[in-house]
């Protein structure tokens, strides 16, 4: 009598949870899952203009489910053309469950007063180098990474990376850690700090010393001090 028992109680049990699988399973097909739409800039993610010449964006392209969607995309710029310096103009398209993709692409407003150094990109030269003062003066050497320098007003430039790219591009922790900042060409040659920031770490260099531009050969150098250890040696063609 007892194991009849079990065995009813068993069936019935069994019965209510094919009946509870079968309720959740016509929702109209419903998984869970969301759909992402594609989102492709056309050109670079980066442009150089000069200052007073109209920015005119190369494009995007959207697709969802393979339907060009590119007419539901948002673009929100700040571009000053008349005003050097560094602006973002951003993309974002959302889906139908509220989830947005976006993309973003970096105009660079150059002033196109005459100087010795150039707006463009400058590679990090052998005999750049770093050294750790708390690690026995431990030294890394490295050269081969590409930085920017942007004129925003005669001798003002923009760096995007005044450590020559260590953290960003040999490290590949991204563009969040290159320290960018402005710097000024002096009338004898020398090269001073303005300002510096390391975005992701939220902090900035120590200082600068030995900011040069040499005459004789076109290449730029300075020592950066960071992190109250590390001290920066960084040679640009």
């Known amino acids: 009598m007892k194991d009849k028992l079990i065995l009813k109680i ?4 069994l019965i209510s949870l094919i009946s509870l699988s079968c309720d ?6 419903e998984t869970g899952l969301t759909v992402y739409p594609t989102l492709d800039l056309i050109g670079e993610s980066s442009v150089i203009i000069e200052k007073g010449v109209d920015f005119e964006d190369p494009g995007y392209t959207s697709f969802l489910s393979g ?8 673009v929100t ?9 560094v602006y973002l103009v951003t993309y974002e398209i959302t889906n139908s469950d509220g989830y947005p993709v976006s993309k973003s692409r970096t105009v660079y407003v150059a002033d196109t007063t005459p100087s010795v150094i150039s707006t463009s990109m400058h ?3 052998t005999d750049t180098h770093r050294i750790n003062h708390d690690s026995d003066d431990a030294r890394t050497d490295f050269a081969g990474y590409e930085v920017l320098f942007l004129q925003t007003e005669p001798g003002v430039f923009y760096c995007s990376d005044l450590l020559g790219g260590y953290y960003d591009q040999r490290a590949g922790y991204g563009s969040g850690y290159a320290m960018n900042g ?3 060409l002096n009338e004898d040659n020398t090269i ?4 510096s920031s390391v975005p992701s770490w939220g902090d900035s260099a120590d200082g600068m010393r030995n900011g040069f531009y040499d005459p004789s050969t076109g290449n730029i150098a300075w020592t950066i001090d960071y992190a109250g250890i590390l001290e920066f040696n960084i040679i640009f063609d």
């Open 77 to 85: 710029s700040n571009v000053d053309v008349n005003v050097p310096g």
């Open 123 to 125: 590679s990090v030269l």
């Open 67 to 74: 339907e060009d969607v590119s007419d539901e995309v948002i």
């Open 24 to 29: 959740d399973d016509s929702t109209g097909g």
């Open 182 to 184: 402005y710097f000024k």
């Open 192 to 195: 001073s700090l303005i300002s």
């Open 10 to 13: 068993f069936i019935i049990t």
